[in-house]
């Protein structure tokens, strides 16, 4: 009770009545009752008011609490009969849990369905089951749910095999038939009746109430208050930002409050937006109901009595109640699901049905409630799930009625139950034949859409708003349709079949008022005004592509069925036949001997429609009377010789000449509908229903026609008759006057026609017109598709249709056609076809598009002459046709197409003036070969078939009398020799050999001799002739490629002899550059070892110093020097925390922070890096001062961010288009001399300790000016030749000064998120620590791919790495000197103690290499005021020494581990080491007596000192490299052994560095002693945060799981931070730091500098300095952030099997790891290159730069 006593608002009466309150004696008290009813309900109407709506805002946490005591504690009393938590335990165990898994799926959660056993796709599993069962062996299908359904484990109807997981398998001795309830008592019984049906009726009553200022009868409470609730109510109509706007002025909230308020009303779908009495809710309500009705139906607002609002909380909380009670067991379920189907005594609604009926009354979060409970309830018991299923199909119609009035999504809506049910195969064939549903839902279905033309077709045009949203959410039902169909029926019963002939009736009724809908006539003249609209029936046509699918193989499935389908699907056709004839008047053609009767009609002047549904179903039933041979064996019940061939194939062969034209270009003023419509009515989405079926129903018409009258009524349609019907055909075209474009027009007809004969005759690979099953089908199609090119997975499956499951079939067929090729670390992997399936090419094969069919021609006849082939590309072997069908090879020897051919080899005889085409003649050739291998496959097979088909003999008959016309043959004979034939000579000499081959087996066939032999004798002469003609071509080509060869060296060795000197010169010049390089690599100088550091260094010639660049924008070539013109460098600097050990430091105040010394976590750093061009400093400015300029035009043509942001000073590299923001000056080397006698180290330290003393007289001096303070200035001389009041010369010229500001003050801004300001201490710092940071993380990534120190690296990382040292050693002449000088002080201080310096950090603090770079490169401020000819080398190396020792120190204080490993013995010989270690180490716990464990062995103490310093002088060596430009020795150019010594000699170290210690012990060990003593040290050992330890790991990003979908479940659980447990609904993870984070949406939106921004672009900030890297768990995208303004995505690490991304998880397959691809990003991450990416992207796709990517 303490929650509520702490709510301020609670009235101490109500308090002591809680506290009084006993649920037991309540429960005991109702037992005693006669009117239980009234008893509750009073308890109620006294309690409820209390507990609920008591303020302007909800506390659920208190309320929840009360609920349960006193509501929920009666109730569960009364139920149990003694202590809730008891009686619910005791029937937990005795219950039978259900095999059903029943889990509802949340939103995002990961849903698995496998494909191979599912019933269908909506069959799915939870993670959990799927884990747990046989599937995952399988291929199986994964997606993330849309939340809502729930998993299929345990249903026997869902799976074809492995229905139950190792979790939910029955027990085999389990008799769980037996009756639930017979575990319960009767009195329980009762109980839980009576209990149940008050809490429902109740909820259902205040769910469904209407009225605003009332209760129900009962209920009302003892005192009413004036306190009302303004309620806003959520609509799909009104964005979020109306919404938002709105309430800002109603009820005067802020942003954020309106944003909440909003956000709630979209979750819940209701959310009170005001408390108060009714005046002022009244008030709100009238503002918000005037604001939002201007231009839609206003927003729905109630003013409701705030007790009413509190039975409405109650009863929700009374449903979810109910759902956990009868969790506890299935007896409880039961008497749950009785009381709710229950019916009253008239027949009244049972308590279930009045929900469903109110439903779309209802607000959101109360139908999600109630729709739980029906889940967790009916639709979990098998036998309440049936009667619910009656239910649900008796209402039906009213159900979807408003569904469509409603305007939520279908998710929210109880209609969206069905999938539960339909897709059950007994409950689906129950309510078939019991319910008649598929009749209700197609009757329905078509009430729905009303808006007809005169003769019944549905009519889109000119639909308004109103209506295009209806039919949207009608088409919800066609899903209803398509699951019942989803399963076929294995058995029929006589009930089944009279309602699926009914059903199948009212479809065909449907299917009638879409025959000749959208219907087009050809513009000629103008072109059209509108467009028209054709995407609705489009869209229609193809929800209803899987059903009629799906209605024939429902046919298909039983012979009576079919033939009755057949029947009424053809007197369906007649009727619609019958409207379409009126005005046709009859003709008769003649053509060749033969004439036809048929009727006037032009498709180019006439109406015509490309839907014909009711057409092709006819042609798909068709094809099945064939399949299953029904048309065999019952002949006598079909009436096909009622059958009207031409009527028939009119409408389809009217559709295929509308594309004819279309191509042809006729229809050009008709706009892009009928474009779109033609490209439809081709795409594999349609054309299974469209095109197929027309060509199926071409071939069914010819198959029943004499082939002449057929094609004569093709030609006719073509509007082509009169060409070839003319007596002098073959002439064509005498006149010369004819119009050029009606020419071209009629050449693409004929090729078109020419086309679709080849089609008829030659597409056999449908089953039921060819002797072939899917199997074959699906073959050919990916052979064809891969004839093209090799495709991915994706591809192939895009191309082929799907079936109603989403399947394609593609992977039972794809391994014999086609071999895989894995991918790399980008692209995908290809199918590539097997060499032996590409003589199952055919040209004309009937889905290429023209632009497939060329690239697949042209593919396949490069294949063929790379393999020494002819490229002839002859027609393949057809499968033989069907019985049905069989009569359509005689098309081929028929006269009217023999005339036609015959035509167009006539006028090929002469070149072409546009008279005939290529592709003509192409497909004429390609009918003749068709011809030709139909007659071989005749005469291989029965013998009188070859007989009846005679081809050659055809085409061997010259013409009749009058014309003697030559035979095809001769003309062939002839066109073989045309010169302007040359591309078809192989296909014609192919035509004329196969005749030859024919004529001989023919011959062989007919003498009595052994036929075989001589015929196989004859083809292997033909063979021989064949491979020799080849050998001879392939010979002359050697010989003339010899040739070419011979004559172009000829040509070289001409013009080397003309241009002598330029070789020579160019050799010479290659002679001096590889002898320079070798000086380099062996130096002439006193001492034999490359040292790159300290007095003994190797030293620059003049020649080495010098270094000449040119200018990428005006093309100068220019010396570098310190005082010539400057050149810069393009450069990018950025935050980073990529080496970052601790990303959790808050973040400083910018003004205040002092950045001099780096702590060892290097938690943030700033990198500089260089794409490597070089441009003059003044080119630069005047392209930088233009890119702004042009950026201040666009900012005031329009609003768009681009890829950089000028006015932080980006531009992008003007040759490259990198990213930048600064330019790093480039200097030349700095000239040294050094003379021999220079100090040890500990002269050195106290010349340097004296030279700052007098640096802090001189300043205590000029700050006490006029103090007389005589003996301070005495006892501090400056050492000799230290002259503090020397000024020295600046030596670099003007440009170049300023350049060196430019690139400090960049530095200085980006490092510390400040405004530039050159006169800050803090500029030469922040270089000094990029310089440091950069070098670092080179050296990581060096070791992180295990390359080379030197020599690995890129040229622009080279170049950018000196040109940065070499500007850090002299960025302290642009500040002032004093300033630096304090630097070094201070630096040096933090190691050689100074009384005069406070506050130093201790040595566990410092990060040591950045030490070492800002000593070395402030040194030279210092060392410019002594003239006493100290060297600055030799001061180099003192730091570089003094540096080195204290990172021992360091090492040895926090890096040696507890235990050591087996003692490893060095056979002896690194004793010297190891013992010096010990010392030293035991040195240091003398010191720190209780900070240092203690460790025995020097092996294990000197290993870990020389990994831990490693990364440090692989960084020195990097930088005194760059700085002072000395060659690398050779071991350093390789990985492995012997670096340790080569670092050591080039860095000037001994191999101990511990000598260095020992050496200078008096020196040495007080500064030991005082690095020891400070406070931090023993602070820092003894505190529980763990030390950095050296060498500190390099970062990776996090481990990914193996599998994508342990990702999206992970996701799935995730909620959203702020929003109270709601779902996040764009999860996304950081794959830096592994935060789950909820992007893209208001709730998680916080500040950042000013602007909102999401939860992504703030954790960038805290994360990764700016920069991220993400990964949407819900798109498997890739998200890359830099900043607020920049992002784009990138491709996932996770493929499938087929070597293909997921973006979007659309294709559903199994997700992997590809660890290639991740390494690649982690490159990007660790390089610094993701901003880089981002700016290369956003150049390459401008729409990325319009994404507001600080939103996600």
């Given amino acids: 009770m303490a929650a509520a006593e702490t709510d301020s608002e609670v009235p101490c009466a109500r308090c002591s009545d809680f506290l009084n309150f006993s649920a037991k004696d309540t429960a005991a008290k109702w037992l005693e009752v006669d009117n239980l009813h009234k008893e509750v309900y009073q308890h109620l109407a006294c309690f409820v008011p209390k507990i609920y709506c008591l303020g302007p805002n909800l506390n659920p946490q208190n309320e929840d609490l009360l609920a349960q005591l006193l509501l929920q504690g009666p109730l569960e009393w009364y139920l149990c009969g003694e202590e809730p938590t008891v009686g619910l335990a005791k029937l937990e165990q005795s219950n039978q849990p259900s095999q059903l898994c029943g889990h509802v799926f949340k939103v995002g959660e990961p849903t698995y369905s496998c494909r191979d056993c599912a019933a269908d796709p909506t069959c799915v599993l939870c993670m959990q089951c799927f884990l747990g069962s046989v599937h995952k062996e399988h291929r199986y299908r994964m997606t993330t749910s849309g939340g809502g359904g729930f998993c299929d484990c345990g249903d026997t109807e869902a799976w074809k095999k492995g229905p139950y997981c190792q979790k939910h398998e029955p027990n085999i001795g389990d008799s769980s038939q037996k009756d639930p309830l017979a575990n319960l008592s009767e009195q329980m019984i009762d109980r839980t009746r009576n209990v149940f049906s008050i809490i429902l009726k109740y909820a259902v009553d205040m769910l469904t109430w209407e009225k605003e200022n009332e209760l129900p009868e009962g209920l009302e409470p003892p005192a009413r208050g004036d306190t009302y609730y303004c309620m806003l109510f959520n609509d799909e109509v009104h964005t979020y930002e109306q919404v938002i706007y709105t309430l800002q002025k109603a009820v005067n909230c802020t942003q954020k409050e309106a944003v909440s308020f909003a956000t709630t009303v979209d979750r819940d779908g209701r959310k009170s937006v005001r408390f108060g009495d009714f005046q002022f809710c009244e008030q709100a309500k009238s503002v918000i109901v005037r604001n939002t009705s201007r231009q839609t139906k206003p927003l729905r607002v109630q003013v409701m009595h705030s007790s009413v609002v509190a039975h409405q909380c109650f009863a929700l909380k009374a449903l979810n109640w109910l759902g956990q009670i009868i969790r506890s067991s299935d007896a409880l379920r039961r008497i749950l699901c009785l009381v709710g189907l229950h019916q009253g005594p008239n027949g009244e609604n049972s308590l279930v049905d009045t929900l469903m009926l109110c439903d779309s009354k209802m607000w959101k979060g109360a139908r999600n409630v109630y729709h739980q409970l029906f889940m967790s309830s009916l639709l979990m018991d098998p036998k309440y799930k049936k009667l619910f299923a009656i239910q649900f199909a008796k209402n039906y119609e009213r159900l979807q009625s408003d569904y469509v009035k409603d305007d939520h999504d279908r998710e929210f809506s109880v209609t969206d139950l069905s999938v539960q049910m339909f897709t059950v195969p007994s409950l689906a064939r129950m309510l078939i034949t019991e319910e008649n549903l598929m009749t209700t839902i197609i009757q329905t279905f078509v009430d729905h859409l009303r808006h007809r033309d005169l003769q019944g077709r549905f009519q889109f045009e000119r639909y308004t708003a109103q209506q295009a949203f209806k039919f949207r959410r009608v088409q919800s039902l066609i899903g209803d349709l398509k699951y019942v169909l989803i399963s076929r029926p294995t058995e029929w019963s006589n009930e089944l079949r009279d309602k699926f002939l009914e059903g ?40 209803l592509t899987h059903i009629i699918s799906m209605m024939q193989e429902w046919c298909a499935s039983d012979e009576r069925v079919l033939i009755e389908a057949y029947k009424k699907c053809l007197s369906a056709l007649t009727h619609c036949h019958s409207g379409f004839t009126d005005g046709e008047q009859p003709i008769t053609l003649t053509m060749c001997g033969h004439s036809v009767d048929t009727i006037r009609y032009c498709v180019s002047q006439e109406k015509v429609s490309i839907h014909l549904p009711v057409s092709r179903l006819l042609a798909g039933l068709h094809a099945l009377l064939s399949k299953t041979e029904v048309a065999y064996r019952f002949p006598e019940l079909l009436p096909l010789s009622e059958l009207s061939p031409p009527m028939l194939i009119e409408h389809p062969l009217r559709c295929l000449v509308l594309c004819a034209q279309v191509h042809a270009g006729m229809w050009r003023r008709n706009g892009f509908s009928l474009v779109n419509q033609i490209y439809y009515y081709h795409n594999v989405k349609c054309r299974v229903e469209m095109f197929d079926k027309d060509l199926v129903m071409l071939q069914a018409g010819a198959s029943m026609m004499d082939p002449n009258h057929f094609l004569m009524i093709v030609l006719s349609r073509f509007e082509l008759f009169h060409i070839f019907s003319s007596a002098d055909c073959r002439k064509r075209y005498g006149r010369e006057n004819i119009n050029k474009d009606v020419v071209q027009q009629n050449n693409t007809l004929i090729e078109e026609m020419l086309h679709l004969v080849i089609m008829v005759v030659g597409e056999r690979y449908i089953a039921g017109v060819g002797q072939v099953e899917s199997y074959d089908e699906i073959k050919r199609e990916i052979i064809h598709q891969l004839c093209i090119r090799p495709m991915a997975h994706s591809e192939l499956v895009k191309a082929l249709p799907e079936n109603e499951n989403k399947e394609t079939g593609m992977e039972r067929v794809i391994d014999h056609v086609a071999l895989f090729k894995k991918p790399g670390v980008t692209g995908r992997g290809l199918y590539k076809l097997r060499p032996e399936c590409a003589k199952m090419f055919n040209l004309y094969f009937n889905h290429y598009s023209r632009a497939d069919q060329s690239k697949a021609e042209e593919a396949q006849r490069k294949i063929k002459r790379q393999n020494g082939e002819d490229s002839v590309l002859p027609p393949p072997v057809p499968p033989h046709f069907c019985p049905l069908f069989g009569s359509l090879v005689n098309i081929l020897q028929c006269d009217v197409l023999l005339g036609i051919l015959g035509a167009v080899l006539q006028w090929a005889m002469e070149p072409s003036g546009g008279h005939w085409s290529e592709s003509m003649l192409q497909r004429v050739l390609h009918l003749l070969g068709m011809g030709l291998v139909e007659e071989q496959q005749h005469l291989t097979g029965s013998t009188e078939d070859g007989i009846s088909f005679n081809f050659t003999l055809k085409i061997s008959r010259p013409g009749e009398a009058p014309g003697n016309t030559p035979s095809i043959l001769a003309l062939l004979e002839t066109l073989q020799n045309a010169p302007h034939l040359e591309v078809h000579k192989d296909m014609i000499r192919w035509i004329l050999k196969t005749v030859a081959n024919i004529k001989t087996t023919r011959e062989c066939t007919a003498s009595a001799s052994p036929a075989d032999s001589s015929g196989h004798s004859q083809e292997e002469t033909v063979r021989d002739k064949d491979k020799a003609e080849r050998k001879r071509k392939a010979e002359m080509a050697r010989l003339r490629r010899e040739k070419i060869m011979a004559q172009m060296s000829e040509m070289q060795r001409h013009f080397i002899n003309e241009n002598k000197d330029l070789f020579q010169q160019s050799l010479e010049e290659l002679d001096a550059t590889t002898s320079t390089s070798l000086e380099h690599s062996s130096p002439s100088t006193c001492d034999s070892t490359l040292v790159c550091v300290g007095p003994r260094r190797w030293r620059a010639g003049a020649s080495d110093r010098r270094q000449v660049v040119t200018c990428i924008l005006c093309q100068e070539e220019q010396e570098i020097r310190a005082d010539g013109k400057a050149m810069v460098l393009a450069a990018f600097v950025q935050r980073s925390t990529v080496m970052s050990k601790n990303r959790k430091r808050p973040p400083y105040n910018p003004d205040k922070y002092d950045p001099l010394f780096m702590h060892p976590d290097l938690s943030f750093g700033t990198h500089t890096g260089s794409c490597g061009h070089i441009m003059h400093s003044h080119c630069w400015q005047r392209y930088f001062e233009a890119v702004q300029a042009k950026e201040q035009r666009r900012q005031q043509r329009l609003r768009v961010h681009t890829s950089y942001d000028v006015e932080n000073g980006e531009f992008l590299c003007p040759l490259c288009e990198c990213l930048s923001n600064t330019v790093i000056p480039l200097l030349p080397l700095t000239k040294t001399t050094c003379s021999t006698e220079q100090p040890d180290q500990r002269q050195w330290i106290n010349i340097i300790s004296q030279q700052i003393k007098a640096l802090h007289a001189a300043r205590k001096k000029t700050n006490a000016e006029g103090v007389d303070d005589a003996d301070s200035a005495e006892d501090c001389h400056p050492p000799d030749g230290f002259r503090l009041d020397h000024t020295p010369k600046n030596p670099y010229s003007g440009t170049i000064k300023e350049m060196l500001t430019t690139f400090g003050t960049a530095t200085y801004k980006v490092g510390l998120k400040v405004h530039p300001n050159e006169q800050d201490a803090r500029v030469p710092i922040m270089c000094w620590g990029s310089c440091a940071y950069t070098i670092q993380s080179i050296e990581r990534l060096l070791v992180d791919e295990e390359k080379p120190l030197f020599g690995s690296l890129p040229c622009r990382q080279n170049d950018c790495l000196s040109s940065l040292t070499r500007f850090g050693s002299a960025c302290w002449t642009a500040s002032s000197q004093a300033v630096v000088h304090g630097h070094f002080i201070r630096l040096l201080a933090a190691l050689v103690p100074d009384s005069q310096v406070e506050n130093t950090p201790c040595i566990l603090d410092i990060d040591m290499f950045h030490m070492l770079v800002s000593l070395v490169l402030s040194y030279p401020a210092l060392h410019c005021l002594d003239s006493s000819g100290m060297s600055e080398d030799a001061a180099q190396l003192h730091l570089l020494h003094l540096v080195t020792i204290a990172h021992i120190v360091q090492i040895l204080l926090t890096s040696i581990p507890e235990e050591v490993r087996m003692e490893q013995e060095s056979g002896g010989a690194e004793r010297e080491e190891e013992e010096s270690v010990c010392l030293l180490y035991n040195t240091l716990r003398s010191h720190l007596s209780s900070g240092l464990h203690e460790v025995t062995s020097g092996w294990h103490l000197w290993h870990c000192v020389k990994t831990g310093i490693l990364p440090y ?129 208001y709730c998680c939106q916080t500040e950042l500098e000013g602007d909102d921004v999401g939860a992504c672009t703030a954790h960038t900030f805290s994360c990764g300095a700016g920069v991220g890297i993400f990964l949407r768990v819900r798109e498997s995208q890739v998200l890359f952030l830099a900043g607020k303004t920049k992002g784009c995505f990138y491709a996932p690490p996770y493929l499938d099997d087929y070597g293909e991304t997921d973006q979007g998880l659309r294709r559903g397959n199994p997700l992997h790891l590809c660890q290639e691809r991740y390494r690649k990003i982690q490159k990007l991450w660790r390089q610094h290159s993701i901003t880089e990416e981002i700016g290369h992207a956003q150049e390459a796709n401008q729409t990325l730069v319009g994404i507001d990517w600080q939103h996600l």
Wanted: glycine fraction near 6%; include cysteine.
């Fill in 504 to 543: 199948f009736e009212a479809f065909l009724e449907l299917l009638k008022c879409m025959q000749g809908m959208d219907p087009v006539v050809r513009q000629v003249g103008q072109h059209i005004e509108m467009e028209p609209e054709w995407e609705a029936a489009f869209t229609l046509q193809m929800k």
């Fill in 1513 to 1641: 002088l692989r960084a020195a060596a990097l930088f005194f490299h760059y700085l002072n430009g000395a060659p690398v020795p050779p071991e350093l150019h390789a990985v492995g052994v012997g670096e340790w010594e080569a670092l050591c000699g080039y860095l000037c170290l001994p191999s101990n560095p511990l000598q260095l210690y020992y050496n200078n012990l008096e020196l040495l060990e007080p500064l030991l002693q005082g690095w020891c003593s400070h406070p931090g040290v023993l602070q820092a050992l003894q505190s529980s945060t763990a030390l950095i330890r050296f060498p500190r790991e390099s970062n990776h990003l996090i481990e990914l799981p193996e599998d994508y979908s342990a990702l999206i479940n992970q996701a799935s659980s995730f909620t959203c931070p702020k929003s109270g447990g709601d779902k996040s609904r764009a999860p996304t993870l950081c794959l830096v730091c592994g935060a789950m984070l909820c992007s893209q949406s």
